[in-house]
């Protein structure tokens, strides 16, 4: 369920007034709505698990919001104008966020939709590999996007994406993000998100791009089974604090449709340069396992259409459009 009209509206004015009773009566003339009106929105709000409280003489108080990726606590101080602006779907449970945004994506939804979950019982990553996240301890979301572009540089969006992700952490949280391509991203070797793409065509022309995102923020180290601990973190365990998740993503989509309008507008050279910086492959020694064969090289760049150039022991240089990396 999500408010509409003057139920924001009224969230809102207790919000900016946190801390303050604001009486029935001045909210009734603020909003244009009688004081049962306002009792009766007061109910559904509470009802999505703010904390309020009431008093006569006094009126209500905001004491308390849910820790939960709620369209109301993203929108509130959300700095955007598409991505999170067209549609967000908040779900407490689904089976996968890119699954529900691709249905939204294919009845129409337009671009910068939020699918956004507290939990997925069926995460997907790339390769088949599924994405595990214990209910709101991540920020698991998807956007639905219609970019106007060749669909041989997709990959560009998934590059795109991850330098936004790494470059709000490093904002946000202070914490050393770095890429790993295509789709990672890392803290000290360990893995803190990840990012899944994906696209429907129609003739030669993209129609959607999907990209999926979780990341671990408020996951504790024992959380992680025994088998991936060494290779998974979290923002939490970076910085030995939890962090506020509607904040992250807040900046994440920022920072998002920034690079995106780049993208459109100047083309990729300066999101390659970041995911350059952010990134350190080039010039390493690589090991690439593709589907049916697995190679060692050096990567001597990553080109326009954000494909790994690596050339191999044997001089030959190829081209990766997918694959897991080792270095
Ligand atoms: C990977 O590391 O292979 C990519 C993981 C992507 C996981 C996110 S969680 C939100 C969105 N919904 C999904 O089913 N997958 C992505």
């Not at 946190?18 to 009802?47: D, Y």
């Not at 700095?79 to 967000?88: E, H, L, Q």
């Not at 803290?187 to 995102?213: F, H, N, P, Q």
């Not at 995911?275 to 190679?295: A, N, P, Q, T, Y």
Request: cysteine-free; charged content about 25%; glycine content about 10%.
């Amino acid at each position: 369920m999500t408010l509409s009209g003057k139920r924001q509206d009224l969230l809102s004015t207790l919000r900016s007034r946190t801390g303050h009773w604001v009486s029935g009566e001045e909210l009734s003339g603020e909003l244009g709505i009688s004081r049962a009106a306002i009792s009766k929105h007061i109910s559904a709000i509470k009802g999505l698990g703010y904390a309020i409280s009431s008093a006569p003489g006094k009126g209500y108080l905001l004491t308390e919001a849910p820790d939960l990726l709620l369209a109301e606590e993203i929108l509130f101080g959300l700095g955007t104008s598409v991505m999170g602006k067209n549609g967000i779907v908040h779900h407490h449970l689904t089976d996968s966020t890119n699954t529900r945004a691709r249905e939204l994506a294919r009845d129409g939804a337009p671009e910068g939709t939020l699918v956004v979950a507290e939990s997925q019982s069926a995460g997907r990553g790339r390769k088949g590999r599924s994405w595990l996240a214990r209910p709101g301890e991540g920020l698991l979301f998807s956007l639905v996007l219609r970019p106007d572009m060749d669909p041989s540089r997709a990959a560009l969006i998934t590059l795109m994406t991850a330098v936004s992700v790494a470059e709000a952490l490093i904002r946000e949280t202070g914490i050393d993000a770095r890429i790993k391509w295509p789709n990672d991203i890392l803290v000290g070797g360990r893995k803190l998100a990840g990012i899944l793409t994906e696209m429907s065509m129609e003739l030669d022309a993209v129609d959607y791009v999907i990209t999926g995102l979780g990341l671990n923020v408020n996951t504790p180290t024992e959380a992680f089974s025994p088998d991936i601990r060494d290779i998974a973190t979290s923002v939490m365990a970076e910085s030995s604090a939890p962090f506020s998740r509607v904040a992250l993503l807040q900046a994440i989509l920022s920072s998002f449709e920034t690079h995106y309008h780049t993208l459109a507008t100047q083309g990729p050279e300066s999101i390659l340069t970041r995911w350059k910086e952010l990134s350190d492959i080039v010039g390493r020694r690589v090991r690439v396992s593709m589907m049916r064969e697995e190679i060692e090289g050096r990567v001597t760049d990553i080109d326009a259409d954000g494909v790994l150039l690596v050339t191999t022991d044997a001089g030959e240089a190829l081209r990766i459009l997918s694959g897991d990396v080792t270095y």
